[in-house]
């Protein structure tokens, strides 16, 4: 069964420090790996990873993929108080008997807590 | 605007009694869904759109219907709700393929009573 695994589930920092979240697969046909940033709304797009090795990086925040290893990494720099948000990681994980893919298999998601 | 909107935002039911939640986009995007997001389970996809006319399954698809006939419109349909239908939905696009920025709508908390 195709699974997404999230760790750690839950997490409180300081502000200012820097944060590594993980995201690990097991999928069958494997495409792509998102992240998701979720505060007290819907999801908003922050990466898209398809290649291992190359860092996407946004400000603050980068990704990268291991597609060896099934994992991925969210890091997040001299962390702020906006940054707290529930950070959500899917994998795009088959095609359907069309050829076309479109299905999404969320992790249940790290919750992200910056204190002052 | 660019959006995505869902309606209704909130709504209270009764076991059985049909239901549908529309979700309507307007910038021309080809391909839609619908997410359930339930504590301590995360996002799940119900149903997905590439584009009219063409809709499959996400990884919990039971219990919902959906439709696209035009390519603004992808409503969610519960035919006869149950208890474990109870959860906020959310419906997005994206201009092609799921891996494209997907926009969300702002969600539909939907309780069944």
């Known amino acids: 069964e195709d699974k997404v695994v999230q760790s750690p589930l839950s997490l409180v920092v300081h502000e200012g420090d820097t944060v590594t979240l993980n995201c690990s697969y097991e999928?069958?046909?494997?495409?792509?790996l998102l992240w998701y940033k979720q505060e007290k709304k819907a999801p908003t797009f922050l990466f898209m990873l398809?290649?291992?090795?190359i860092e996407k990086k946004s400000g603050r925040l980068s990704s990268i993929l291991d597609k060896k290893e099934l994992f991925s990494i969210l890091n997040i720099t001299a962390t702020q108080t906006g940054d707290s948000a529930v950070y959500l990681c899917a994998v795009e994980a088959r095609a359907n008997y069309g050829g076309s893919q479109g299905n999404l298999i969320f992790g249940k998601g790290t919750k992200l807590s910056v204190k002052p | 605007e660019a959006q995505v909107t869902q309606n209704p935002r909130y709504l209270i039911t009764v076991t059985g009694k049909k239901l549908t939640v529309t979700c309507s986009q307007n910038m021309n995007h080809e391909y839609m869904s619908w997410y359930r997001q339930d504590p301590g389970l995360g996002l799940r996809q119900i149903y997905y759109?590439?584009?009219?006319?063409?809709?499959d399954k996400g990884d919990v698809p039971e219990g919902y219907k959906v439709s696209r006939k035009e390519k603004r419109n992808f409503p969610l349909i519960l035919e006869s709700p149950s208890p474990n239908q109870t959860s906020l939905y959310f419906c997005?696009?994206?201009?092609?393929?799921?891996?494209?920025?997907?926009?969300f709508g702002p969600g539909t908390r939907l309780t069944v009573l």
């Open positions: 398809t290649s291992s090795g």
């Open positions: 759109s590439m584009n009219v006319e063409v809709t």
């Open positions: 999928v069958t046909n494997f495409r792509s």
């Open positions: 997005a696009s994206s201009l092609f393929r799921v891996t494209d920025t997907q926009y």
